[in-house]
């Protein structure tokens, strides 16, 4: 029932055509509902398990959440190769490709997810011992990671899912779903920790249900939404290799993007982890407030990279670069508000994390967030740009300034903590930044992604 109450929401909206400025913030801002439950759905393992099972709980959490990272990218990376391509069909009219690619997506997924979940399984210790987990937190740090492992199925059909509603225009119904998954999973969270006491593992398993149950109704109400759209003259196929290529040209720049990234950020939690618990503790918190901000900016690129795409494989390119200056306008209101919310009221906030006695993890927390939020507005450009040349399939110059600003964070956060502590991790950020978000301009500014078609 719930299933078909939602699936026969407004549907599928044509981007290509009406007030551009009315289609983006009508579009984007119920994107960014949804990644702000999603942001919500992470940080409430932080939050239980800081707020009921202390500092170590909430620094293992933290600690595995960096692994997890690299699972996500898998899952980003396939909805992005999808939905580019699905938008671009859908923009152009073709239907029946369209579908095709839907289903040849989660064909694929389905394998790929079950090879991940069988490698993750054998290398937790590895990869766990590989960031310097310390001896007191790899009994915890290991039963939230294997639990997680095992949803990794759920994680991706539900980010697929959503993402193909996206594609077609509709941004309101993946906020339905996080919007009622990650108000679930706060409660249950609470439940399996409080009342049954199950500690790390009452966590993990809160999340592993509920992104299951999410996962179930997306992908349940996308194959509702689907026969209402109805067959062409040839009913599509299954699977297409043609197609999946079209998909992985998107999808495994993205992997790598997103896996590079977790691999940067997972170098980077080994440096924090060898000055201690504290500052992993105040780390962990900050972090999860930092990527928040930093992911509800990705989230309005990527509607700008669903707008991009359908208005490309229709041909209208004056309506791409008139949505990147409003995706700019949309996402600089909400990354300078959440800088002067975190240098002004951001200990406020940590303190949802941790309580008052952890007076050194809270401190470090605080000088985390008043060094990189201030520099929120500069990585808009960068990220509403990437959505952009993302959504036109120009993926090189997406990868390079990607790769460019991570390299140099992980590479100055080694250098400037042997110089100025924990500190000088937190002062790499800005850095890479400049650089990654000078080389995304450039890169559009010379107009090479207007030439490019995945469709053709």
Partial sequence: MLIQVISSMPVNKDLTEGNIRSLIWKFTLPLLGSMLFQQLYNIADSLVAGKFLGPDALAAVGNSYEI????????????????????????????REMKSAITTTFIAAAALS????????????????????????????????????????????????????????????????????????????????????MGVEGVA??????QGVSSILATGALIIRLRRIGEAEEKAPLFSWRILRQIVIIAIPSILQQSFISVGNILIQSVVNSFGASVMAGYAAAIKLNNMVIT??????????????????????????????????????????????????????LLLFMNNDAADALEEGMRFLRIVSPFYALITFKLITDGVLRGAG??????IS???????????????????????????????????????????????????????
Avoid at 173 to 181: D, E, I, N
Avoid at 305 to 324: C, E, H, P, T
Avoid at 394 to 399: E, N, Q, Y
Avoid at 430 to 441: C, F, I, K
Wanted: positive net charge; proline residues 2%; contains cysteine.
């Fill in 68 to 95: 997890t990272l690299i699972f996500i990218a898998f899952a980003f990376g396939s909805n992005m190769g999808s939905s580019v391509v699905v938008s671009q069909y859908f923009g152009a009219g073709k239907r």
């Fill in 114 to 197: 079950i090879t991940l979940t069988v490698l993750g399984l054998a290398f937790t210790d590895m990869l766990l011992e590989a960031i310097n987990t310390p001896p007191e937190l790899m009994g915890m740090s290991a039963e939230y990671l294997d639990i997680y492992i095992y949803g990794i199925i759920f994680l991706f059909f539900y980010n697929i899912a959503t993402g193909i509603f996206t594609a077609m225009g509709d941004s309101k119904t993946p906020f339905v779903f996080l919007a009622l998954s990650s108000t679930a999973n706060i409660g249950v969270d609470i439940l399996f920790v409080t009342a049954f006491g």
């Fill in 205 to 210: 398993w809160a999340t592993f249900l509920c």
């Fill in 296 to 349: 509800s900016i990705t989230t309005v690129g990527n509607g700008i990279s669903s707008f991009s795409a359908q208005n490309f494989g229709a041909g209208k390119l004056d309506r791409v670069r008139r949505g990147w200056k409003e995706g700019i306008i949309l996402s600089l209101a909400f990354s300078v508000t959440a800088s002067l919310l975190f240098v002004f009221l951001g200990r406020y906030i």
């Fill in 394 to 399: 120009d993926m090189k110059p997406f990868m």
């Fill in 402 to 456: 990607t790769f460019s600003d991570l390299i140099l964070r992980v590479a100055l956060a080694f250098i400037f903590s042997a110089v100025f502590g924990a500190v000088g991790i937190w002062l790499s950020w800005p850095v890479g930044w400049a650089v990654g978000t000078a080389l995304s301009l450039f890169f559009y500014k010379s107009g090479h992604w207007a030439g490019r078609s995945l469709i053709k």
